[in-house]
């Protein structure tokens, strides 16, 4: 199956900060997710991105598909921003799923 | 709408026991999947369904089985539990396989 790498692995970040999450995938897509896992286990749809820009507060997000990676921007970052985020996408080869990557743990401290 | 919904939220199994897992989506969505998250991991798709009466396997099918008689319910069953079933159960679905895709609050399941 497609191979999704997520960079990197462990942020930690003082409040306030900005940060750049990067998902890298090997082939073709037809959908790109990203989500926020919080500490208690929720997964929360943050952006269907497959390709372009989106934004929502002080999250955006850009994928580009011909270059095949993705960016997630976090502004200010603050305490409640804490957890895992998951890039996952499915592929063009009619596979049903989504194919997710290993995360990135970000940790906000006051 | 309650998007997706998926019960019970914590559960422990002793080995050799079964279980079924529910899902409900009222999105009157075509696809539903199951997923599995073992700990530090992405998910893993373990079974999908594109429609009422039509069911496939994923990634890791092993261990269980699934039904589809509803559009709105993707029930999940687990056979003989064994601790390698330890893990979070997620639920999903979308109106086609390259739409957004939307998770219920997931099942824990600890099999001891």
């Known amino acids: 199956g497609i191979q999704v790498e997520q960079s990197p692995p462990d942020l930690i970040l003082q409040e306030g900060a900005n940060s750049t999450l990067r998902c890298n995938f090997s082939?073709?897509?037809?959908?790109l997710q990203w989500f926020h896992q919080n500490p208690w286990g929720q997964l929360i749809n943050l952006f269907y991105?497959?390709?372009g820009t989106k934004q929502n507060g002080r999250l955006s997000a850009t994928t580009v598909a011909t270059e095949r990676y993705s960016l997630l921007y976090i502004s200010s970052s603050q305490t409640t921003d804490s957890g895992v985020y998951f890039c996952a996408v499915v592929d063009q080869t009619g596979a049903n799923n989504l194919f997710f990557g290993t995360g990135t743990r970000l940790t906000v401290i006051p | 709408n309650a998007g997706v919904t998926q019960t019970p939220k914590f559960r422990i199994l002793k080995i050799g026991q079964s279980m079924t897992l529910q899902c409900t989506q009222d999105m009157n969505h075509n696809y539903m999947y199951w997923y599995r998250q073992d700990p530090g991991m992405g998910l893993k798709l373990i079974y999908y369904?594109?429609?009422?009466?039509?069911?496939d396997k994923g990634e890791v099918p092993n261990g269980y089985n699934v039904s589809r008689s509803t559009t709105e319910d993707f029930p999940l069953r687990l056979e003989l539990a064994a601790p390698s079933q330890t893990s979070v159960y997620f639920c999903a679905s979308s109106y086609s396989h390259s739409n957004e895709q939307f998770f219920g609050p997931g099942t824990r399941l600890t099999v001891l």
């Open positions: 369904s594109v429609g009422a009466g039509i069911t």
């Open positions: 991105i497959p390709s």
């Open positions: 082939d073709s897509v037809n959908n």
